[in-house]
């Protein structure tokens, strides 16, 4: 998604601005820009593709101290030079750029056409430069609050005066950016990867807020210009984290950073002896959630499969109804809520749009709301009652991996937290925690074999269609294998609980079509080698992933992919790492990018 990056104070903006601009690539963009204050006036260069076409027209010496730039996810027009960002009104004095959405865009355009102005591009943001350009007499900060006044939507924008060379304006509503603070500069980013190689110490900005930022200064205040005092907080994450630090991509980073992500997530929450779990974030509403009717788990794709591994995990543990629902389903269908619900919104970035705003409508019919969320500070973070962090540091991968084992680990800590308040018996939680304990480990001891998952890239990489089965806990993992599979080597592969594949897509089955089946041990096994018997009868080619030391499955199973025994509700954190490794390996062998997948972005900031 779009991102934004801004520098004002001693040293050359340039440099900044494009290092900012590189490390908010991982987002997805189709285009970039940048708008350098020199001597009075603007110096706006913006293209149309890759970070790196922008730079060759660019003067990597220009000597402006302040700027702000952009990359820009296409939503009003397409990905070309012109509707890349930063904009401008028609003098070329002001300069925005933009994440998000004018709702009220068409009648702006209206109203300005009507005005005399000339449109240049396909773009809402063209109108708010417009816009403020009619309300400017000498002061950037009073234009930006008047104009911002007459849009809706949802925004997050820096902007910049030729006429007010070290100054810009910054504001936020409904979608993330922070204020970088270093000395005697300050820097605004859509995302703290931007900024971090120059400061850790950051300011949060709030929805419905606004920050004039000098080098030496940030005045901040709402829409309505009322004073806002913010702490400076300090940013947890380390240079290296955004860094490649020797792999070949992100993805494949972060999907063996996973024992030492994980160890983090676990990190003083838990406690094997006594059977306990600590969660800062939910001591306060303990007493509510014990007393739920029902929760609600949502989220989108990755994030939302996590939550169908929670929901198998509140029912089994707490014994309290739980439903998991698609964020972008439950925001529009009228769902019921009563003061007995709790909904639970599962997010790696906190920024997702739709989850966001399910959240938003869960809140408004009185529901407790929770957030299970990666990046601190992020809307989701600050628009829930309370929560729990995954602390896994950032994911900079498009194709999440560490954030959905830590999601399923932090769901499992919720549901072990609750269920001892419930039903489950001391010893009971001393058995699941002392398992949960050992998960770092058993990623670990599964990552010493990845070579075992290439081999079956390698294999079946050509094949266009692949089928993914599971069970019970390892249905949802079913779902998350084949989501990784196409959205980074574009191969079409469905999940399915495995009992369905008789419903319909065993017709799908022919001769030698790679299906994976997760046939790990416990209360679905039999029921699983049955399903796998039907798939071979028909031709199939089953790949699947079992629990060490089972040899029966080698006989059944073209290849088998072997991962440490854990009790099944746990499952799905060890079974889902050959699954993220095969679809790693198949998109490197079909020559995709993997950390950019096509059409992708990081973060889904819009509808
Ligand atoms: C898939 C993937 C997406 C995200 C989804 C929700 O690998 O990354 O399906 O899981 O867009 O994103 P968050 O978790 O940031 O809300």
Request: hydrophobic content about 40%; charged content about 20%.
């Amino acid at each position: 998604m779009c991102g934004i990056i801004g520098y004002v104070g001693q040293r050359p903006a340039l440099p900044i601005l494009i290092e900012g601009l590189r490390r908010l690539e991982y987002r997805g963009y189709d285009s970039a820009g940048v708008a350098l204050m020199e001597r009075g006036k603007l110096q706006i260069s913006k293209s149309a593709g890759r970070i790196s076409v922008l730079e060759q027209m660019l003067d990597m010496q220009a000597k402006p101290k302040a700027g702000i730039g952009h990359t820009r996810w296409a939503t009003h027009g397409a990905p070309t030079d012109v509707n890349a960002h930063p904009h401008t009104d028609a003098s070329g004095r002001i300069a925005v750029v933009h994440n998000g959405q004018i709702e009220n865009d068409r009648a702006l355009r209206t109203y300005l056409e009507r005005q005399g102005v000339e449109f240049r591009s396909d773009t809402d943001t063209e109108a708010l430069a417009h816009l403020i350009s009619r309300f400017y007499q000498g002061n950037l900060e009073q234009a930006v609050r008047q104009a911002l006044h007459e849009i809706s939507g949802a925004y997050a924008i820096a902007v910049v005066c030729s006429d007010e060379p070290d100054v810009i304006v910054a504001a936020r509503n409904g979608g993330p950016l922070l204020i970088g603070v270093g000395k005697g500069e300050h820097l605004v980013a859509s995302d703290p990867a931007a900024i971090l190689s120059h400061t850790t110490q950051v300011v949060y900005m709030s929805d419905g807020e606004m920050a004039r930022i000098t080098p030496d200064h940030v005045h901040m205040t709402t829409l309505d210009a009322i004073p806002v005092t913010r702490e400076i907080e300090e940013i947890e994450w380390g240079l290296e984290q955004i860094e490649l630090d020797g792999y070949d991509h992100f993805m494949l980073k972060e999907i063996h950073e996973q024992p030492e992500a994980l160890q983090d997530c676990l990190r003083g929450r838990i406690e094997a002896r006594s059977g306990s779990i600590h969660l800062g974030g939910l001591v306060d509403c303990t007493r509510e959630l014990t007393r739920a009717r029902r929760f609600i788990l949502t989220g989108c794709g990755t994030a939302w499969h996590a939550a169908l591994v929670g929901e198998y995990l509140f029912e089994e543990l707490i014994r309290t109804p739980t439903e998991t629902e698609y964020a972008s389903e439950f925001r529009y269908r009228n769902p019921v809520i009563d003061d007995g619900t709790v909904v639970i919104a599962v997010s790696q970035s906190g920024e997702t749009a739709d989850t966001l705003a399910a959240l938003v409508e869960a809140k408004q019919r009185g529901a407790l709301t929770l957030g299970v969320v990666n990046v601190v500070g992020s809307s989701i973070a600050r628009e829930t009652d309370s929560g729990v962090y995954l602390h896994v540091g950032p994911e900079i991968g498009v194709a999440s991996t560490k954030a959905f084992t830590a999601q399923v680990a932090v769901l499992a800590m919720m549901a072990c937290y609750l269920g001892r308040r419930k039903h489950l018996s001391p010893a009971a939680a001393s058995q699941f925690i002392t398992a949960l304990e050992q998960i770092p480990k058993q990623i670990a001891e599964i990552l010493e074999r990845a070579g075992d998952a290439k081999v079956v890239a390698e294999r079946y990489a050509g094949f266009e269609n692949w089928l993914y089965l599971g069970r019970g806990y390892n249905y949802p993992v079913a779902l998350e294998g084949a989501l990784k599979l196409k959205e980074i080597s574009y191969i079409h592969a469905e999940g399915l609980p495995a009992a369905e594949m008789k419903h319909g897509p065993i017709a799908l089955i022919h001769e030698g079509m790679p299906v994976v089946v997760i046939a790990t041990s416990g209360s679905q096994y039999d029921r699983i080698t049955n399903n796998i018997a039907q798939v071979r009868a028909r031709g199939g080619s089953i790949i699947a992933i079992a629990t060490e030391g089972d040899r029966q499955i080698a006989k059944m199973a073209e290849h088998v992919l072997y991962v440490p025994d854990t009790p099944e509700p746990l499952q799905p954190l060890l079974t889902v790492i050959p699954l993220q490794l095969i679809a790693y390996h198949a998109a490197v062998l079909r020559g995709c990018n993997v950390d950019k997948p096509r059409n992708l972005a990081k973060s889904v900031t819009v509808e």
